[in-house]
């Protein structure tokens, strides 16, 4: 009798061990689910099919001169702006990009008065279809235009030479976009139109940028080819260029249509960035440089440069 109510003790003691600590775990389940730790099955998460992001650069720089012997101006001041936005859509073997870099600077000194540093606006999205092997089937399009007034200055006068839609380049293209990894793409197209807005009267009666005189639009057809890249140099330091080239079949195919952009970004601190912009243009229709012994104006290589340091954000 002692053997046996002892183990019927023992097997009461075991069973009341049981029930106390299942109750423990229960309520450690029941606190779990009230600080939400409860981890999620990873087949149950959904991929994001949309990747958007902007990054926004503000410079400043100022200067003055008091009864300085060097000479110079006495103020000078200047201020950039550069937005760059996107929206990339990835759903299977479908992708859409959407690219939008907008940038304005202006430059103030006592001598020349104010005067744009840059405008520019420059849109883009490519729909593709995945055919394989970091091959898509895509169609391409492209508005390049600016903001504001630019003039051509002299000594005494300035004269317009351009302002908003006035030139515009519109660029409509179906072809093939090899991209290997998110940094690099090429994509070709053997048939592509290409149009070249002046809606502006005064600068559409002169004939600028290869448009009839007394004309608004000239239309193109041709091969194009453009190249994007973004290389990570360092933690800080990253390097961004897009090249695109153009031949008109109509009219001297040869004379291919050059637009080369490059940006390097050096971040400071979170906030704090430098810039370095170098954008080159090539365009036959461009009269832009004077022969001296002709007097009769003519094409040639377009460079742009823009440094600056300043407040940069990236969302």
Not at 107 to 126: C, P, Q
Request: proline share 3%.
């Amino acid at each position: 009798m002692k053997l046996k109510s002892t183990v019927l003790a023992l097997v009461a003691v075991l069973c009341w061990t049981g029930s106390v600590h299942a109750q423990i775990n229960q309520l450690g389940t029941y606190r779990d689910n009230a600080a939400g730790n409860i981890k999620k099955d990873p087949n149950d998460t959904v991929p994001k099919t949309w990747k958007k992001g902007m990054l926004v650069n503000v410079n400043i720089n100022q200067g003055s001169l008091t009864n300085w012997a060097a000479g110079g101006d006495k103020f000078s001041m200047s201020i950039s702006s550069l937005l760059n936005a996107y929206a990339f859509y990835k759903n299977g073997r479908r992708a859409w990009d959407n690219v939008a870099d907008l940038g304005f600077g202006l430059t103030n000194t006592t001598t020349l008065g104010t005067r744009k540093a840059d405008d520019h606006i420059d849109l883009t999205s490519k729909y593709g279809y995945d055919i394989g092997k970091h091959w898509y089937a895509s169609l391409l399009g492209n508005v390049r235009t600016q903001f504001a007034n630019g003039y051509l200055y002299t000594d005494t006068s300035k004269t317009l030479t351009s302002k908003f839609f006035s030139p515009a380049n519109l660029l409509l293209s179906p072809g093939f976009d090899y991209k290997p990894s998110d940094a690099f793409s090429v994509f070709l197209s053997p048939v592509t139109g290409r149009w070249i807005v002046v809606m502006d009267d005064s600068l559409s009666a002169q004939g600028a940028y290869g448009v009839d005189p007394g004309k608004h639009v000239k239309s193109q057809f041709g091969a194009y080819v453009t190249v994007n890249w973004l290389a990570t140099i360092s933690k800080d330091i990253t390097f961004k260029t897009r090249l695109d080239l153009f031949s008109d079949y109509l009219e001297k195919p040869q004379n291919v249509y050059m637009f080369w952009t490059n940006m390097l970004t050096m971040k400071v601190n979170k906030y704090i960035a430098a810039t370095v912009n170098v954008d080159m243009i090539y365009d036959d229709k461009a009269r832009v440089f004077e022969n001296p012994k002709t007097g009769v104006l003519g094409p040639r290589l377009q460079v742009k440069e823009v440094i600056g340091v300043g407040f940069s954000a990236k969302f």
